[in-house]
């Protein structure tokens, strides 16, 4: 069975093994690194899902001006395609209905070449992409519902 519970600063290692998936070569990548992981968890924004004890899936929640964001989402590569990626994002759309954000957001790195796998999360696109230091990202946004 898949538990999908808050981190504590013990799921460290774990986490930055995953998020080192989301690793793209740009100068200040931050949301793979050591101190920055910790920092996320400090502040309670890290979630983890957890199937027997291992942490297969991560994903990263933050209220910016009353919107929540999926900051990062990742799955174990040898587990993904599996439905743990759903089920994250099922997580935070749950998470976020309790905590009346209205709004979610996310962003996504045209390299990551996911951007159906959020709109099949029912995510719709903006028309104008971002760019972080020369590369551009998909920005996501999910209406919930009352
Ligand atoms: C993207 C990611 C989180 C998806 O998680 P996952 O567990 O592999 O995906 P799921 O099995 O939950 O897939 C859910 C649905 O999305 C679809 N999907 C998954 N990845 C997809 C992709 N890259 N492109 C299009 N559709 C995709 C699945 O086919 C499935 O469709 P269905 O509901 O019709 O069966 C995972 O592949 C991952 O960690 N990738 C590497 C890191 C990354 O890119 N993170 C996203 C950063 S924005």
Redesign the pocket.
């Known amino acids: 069975m898949i538990n999908i519970r808050l981190a504590n600063q013990e799921d460290g290692g774990a986490i930055k093994k995953?998020a080192d998936?989301?690793y793209l070569d740009i100068p200040e990548f931050n949301w793979n690194k050591d101190d920055f992981i910790k920092g996320q968890i400090k502040k309670g924004e890290y979630y983890v899902a957890e199937e027997n004890g291992k942490i297969i899936?991560i994903t990263s929640l933050r209220d910016r001006n009353s919107r929540l964001y999926?900051e990062?989402?990742?799955?174990?590569?040898d587990?993904?395609?599996?439905?743990?990626?759903?089920?994250?994002?099922e997580f935070t759309k749950q998470f976020a209905k309790e905590n009346n954000f209205k709004i979610m957001r996310?962003?996504?790195?045209y390299e990551?070449?996911?951007?159906?796998?959020?709109?099949?999360?029912g995510f719709k696109l903006f028309d104008e992409p971002g760019q972080y230091s020369g590369h551009e990202f998909y920005r996501l946004e999910l209406k919930l519902n009352d």
């Open positions: 995953i998936l989301l899936g999926i990062t989402l990742a799955v174990a590569k587990i993904q395609s599996s439905g743990i990626g759903k089920k994250l994002v996310t962003t996504s790195f990551y070449g996911v951007k159906d796998f959020w709109i099949k999360q």
